[in-house]
């Protein structure tokens, strides 16, 4: 068994590590200051001053006025409460536009709208996971309610021209929603600037707990709230306020709107160092993505004729935490949805492994993870099926 008092943890795409200063920010409300923010009394009511300071500080972080934010249990809520309210408030309209690259939340609804008679374009990406604005612009009809598009992908970190897409959805009238929840914290987000109309934000991904999301609504936007109830969030969002969570989920943004810059330049400074010694290292093997235009923390690499899955399990015995961009899992061996949209080869395809980092990361565990990568491969490789493939 590795130690798990050193574990190298390059996951950090599926969820990071609570912030001291987050977790700080948190405790008085988990003990003296548990009121509830919807009492009248004073006890209860000055929690609604925690709530408001939360509020300013993730406005302050994506360029959002305080009242557009509307907090949320995670971003697979706010990416369905976005795709509601777009849909039941112009009923006249029955189609959507969104990629095949789209987070699982994304996707479903997507499906569950075609379920109930919406028409639904999915739009492809090339071979670096790209999409087309063109096809994009032919694909707007004037009954097209949403055009849905994440900022990044979790998988390959490629970056989509979010700029661009916002300037001919918004020409053409159509309400565009974006899910954020990798790119916050990471890249630069201005929302007074970029005409979009929900955004939608995950905490655990940026050091706050899991539990706790944000859903931006522009001001002006017709808004229907996916859950009702209490009046709570201003009429948009029913059910008791998550005291606690809101405060680390400010304090998060608080923080990383303070770390961005060592985000985008120490910590891609230590992806780009793990890219190249990997590409160095290990033969046939390929990066996944637009190398060119990706989040900084994000290498998704692909070792070719090596199972995915048997990667993480043999990393996982010295302690490396990572991801496999492929979504095997018992009676089934399909890559990832990402990786077959973007045309890799199969025998590529199912020996990715994403590296996701932070600013915890150090140089140490780069090293480490190059150190041992290496024999790791070529062991597999010694065994697998397809090591054929590497003999042509």
Not at 88 to 115: C, F, N, W
Not at 232 to 256: D, F, H, S, W
Not at 311 to 319: E, F, H, W
Not at 338 to 367: I, K, Q, W
Request: glycine letters at 8%; charged letters at 20%; aromatic letters at 8%.
């Amino acid at each position: 068994m590795a130690d798990r008092t050193n574990v190298i943890y390059f996951d950090n795409n599926a969820t990071t590590a609570v912030a001291p200063e987050v977790l700080e920010a948190m405790l008085p409300a988990f003990g003296p200051l548990y009121g509830n923010p919807s009492s009248m009394h004073t006890f209860g009511g000055q929690m609604g001053r925690w709530l408001n300071t939360a509020r300013e500080q993730v406005g302050q972080l994506i360029g959002a006025d305080p009242e557009e934010v509307i907090f949320t249990s995670c971003g697979s809520e706010s990416d369905n409460s976005a795709w509601y309210s777009a849909t039941v408030t112009q009923p006249e309209k029955r189609h959507v536009i969104t990629t095949k690259v789209e987070h699982s939340a994304v996707l479903a609804y997507g499906h569950y709208l075609e379920d109930k008679g919406y028409d639904v374009t999915w739009l492809g990406v090339d071979d670096k996971g790209q999409i087309d604005l063109e096809e994009l612009e032919r694909s707007i009809r004037p009954d097209t309610a949403l055009v849905s598009m994440m900022y990044a992908n979790n998988e390959t970190g490629t970056i989509f021209p979010i700029d661009k897409v916002a300037q001919i959805v918004k020409a053409h009238g159509v309400q565009l929603h974006v899910d954020a929840v990798q790119a916050v914290g990471k890249e630069i987000i201005d929302l007074k600037k970029l005409p979009i109309d929900y955004l939608a934000m995950s905490g655990h991904k940026l050091h706050a707990p899991k539990g706790i999301g944000v859903l931006y609504v522009r001001r002006g936007t017709r808004f229907r709230p996916f859950l009702k109830g209490g009046h709570q969030e201003r009429g948009r969002r029913a059910g008791t306020e998550n005291v606690p969570y809101i405060i680390g989920m400010g304090k998060a943004c608080e923080l990383a709107g303070a770390n961005i810059q060592e985000e985008r330049t120490q910590v891609a400074a230590m992806r780009d160092r793990l890219q190249a010694g990997l590409l160095a290292a290990i033969p046939n093997c390929k990066i996944n993505g637009d190398e060119a235009h990706r989040l900084p923390n994000t290498v998704n690499i692909s070792f070719e004729a090596v199972e995915g899955e048997a990667l993480l399990l043999q990393m996982d015995q010295y302690g490396i935490c990572a991801s496999s961009g492929s979504a095997c899992t018992s009676g089934s061996l399909e890559p990832s949805h990402v990786l077959r949209s973007m045309g890799v080869p199969f025998t590529y395809a199912h020996g990715s492994v994403r590296f996701s980092l932070c600013r915890y990361n150090t140089e140490a565990e780069v090293d480490r993870v190059l150190e041992v990568m290496p024999k790791i491969v070529h062991n597999l490789r010694e065994i697998s099926p397809f090591a054929a493939f590497l003999k042509k």
